[in-house]
């Protein structure tokens, strides 16, 4: 049993199981209020869900990708919970929980998953070959590119074969896609993500260097 965490785009929480399906889940596509909201879906899914944190195996981080601000929180808040809780960390991509998500709907088509990168900007991968599929034998989503950070206008001419793949522009990374992907990889003994988070974009913030000396004249 995982309890799934993602705040790349807006906030999702879930309680999921591999046997039982999912258990609970929270979700808010604010791009603003990700650490106002994470705690309390983290809340609500364990009520709901009915379960003592000790019952969990993991906590699932959706490693990205997504803006700095909005990332590290859910990063940070599924870190923080599974030291607590004495659980490991589950690094997932949320893109690939996309592509997932979608493939447990039936849709194995080639796929392009688009999310907001803020500033005029949007981060893309594409799942599957043309005429392919998007996924595995296994039903586990193939990575054809990304993610990588582009203008939307730039989207037609840096995708290679564009009309081949199905566009979903995503606002929300579904937590419980996350969790259930990683219980599918777990089951099917391919590794997690590299802990790592795809931020592509450097922080407004910066270290500053050394001041600057002062002489007198």
């Not at 893109?95 to 999310?115: C, F, N, Q, W």
Request: charged fraction near 20%; include cysteine; aromatic fraction near 6%.
């Amino acid at each position: 049993m995982l309890l799934a965490i993602d705040t790349s785009a807006g906030t999702s929480v879930a309680i999921v199981d591999r046997d039982a399906g999912v258990l609970a889940e929270r979700s808010s596509d604010d791009t603003r209020r990700h650490a106002e909201v994470v705690g309390s879906f983290i809340a609500e899914c364990l009520d709901e869900a009915g379960i003592a944190v000790t019952a969990l195996s993991g906590v699932v981080a959706g490693m990205g990708p997504g803006p700095f601000t909005g990332l590290r929180v859910g990063i940070a808040a599924a870190r923080v919970f599974a030291f607590g809780a004495g659980k490991p960390v589950i690094p997932i991509v949320s893109h690939d929980a996309i592509a997932y998500s979608e493939a447990l709907a039936g849709r194995t088509d080639p796929l392009l998953v688009v999310t907001d990168a803020r500033r005029r900007e949007v981060y893309w991968t594409t799942f599957g070959e043309p005429g392919g599929s998007s996924v595995d034998d296994s039903g586990l989503p193939v990575r054809a590119n990304g993610p990588i950070l582009a203008s939307p206008a730039d989207l037609e001419s840096t995708v290679t074969d564009f009309p081949a793949y199905r566009r979903l522009d995503a606002s929300v990374v579904s937590a419980s896609a996350l969790g259930l992907l990683a219980e599918a990889l777990y089951v099917n003994k391919r590794p997690f993500a590299a802990d790592v988070a795809l931020y592509l974009r450097q922080p407004d913030a910066i270290v500053p260097g050394d001041p600057k000396r002062v002489t007198q004249s």
